[in-house]
């Protein structure tokens, strides 16, 4: 009698698709954080203004706060008078009330590696089976704008060159 209820819930369930997969595995495997910074980094670049960009930098962002290395006490005071609208604005991006504080120091912000885009992106050696790459890009398309696809990418790519 189980084995028929267990089919028919298996069977009510809708499926899932592989981004939920994949997020869900990754926050697993203690990901979840690297995630959600990885996402919020890619919501402050979007969202706020350039000039705040340049004079500011997420140093971290844990427990629902956003740790912000200004660097000058002019634009801490700015920042600090602004914070409320940059977490809105950060909230909006997000799609959900993710960032519940900004927490601000003055420092010498360090130097953020730019990200790449999917053109910039260098060419593999050809030391890898034959078709893998296309059949890892195939297989990542889905996740083409989450914050998880380089790094699975990565992945794939140094297990598909140990894999010849």
């Not at 028929?4 to 495997?29: D, V, W």
């Amino acid at each position: 009698m189980r084995e028929k209820r267990a089919g028919k819930e298996r069977q009510q369930a809708s499926p899932l698709r592989c981004s939920e997969i994949l997020i869900g595995t990754l926050q697993g495997m203690g990901l979840g954080r690297a995630i959600g910074h990885l996402a919020l980094l890619k919501a402050w670049d979007r969202a706020i203004a350039v000039r705040v960009r340049e004079r500011a930098t997420v140093e971290d962002f844990r427990g629902g706060r956003v740790y912000l290395c200004v660097e000058d006490p002019i634009w801490l005071h700015e920042l600090h008078m602004l914070r409320h609208k940059l977490k809105t604005l950060l909230n909006q991006e997000l799609g959900e009330a993710v960032v519940a504080e900004i927490i601000l120091r003055i420092g010498s912000p360090p130097q953020r590696v730019a990200t790449r885009s999917p053109a910039a992106r260098p060419q593999r050696p050809s030391t890898f089976p034959d078709g893998a790459i296309e059949r890892i890009d195939q297989l990542l398309s889905p996740l083409k704008d989450l914050p998880c696809r380089d790094p699975l990418e990565r992945l794939l790519h140094r297990w598909a060159s140990r894999s010849k």
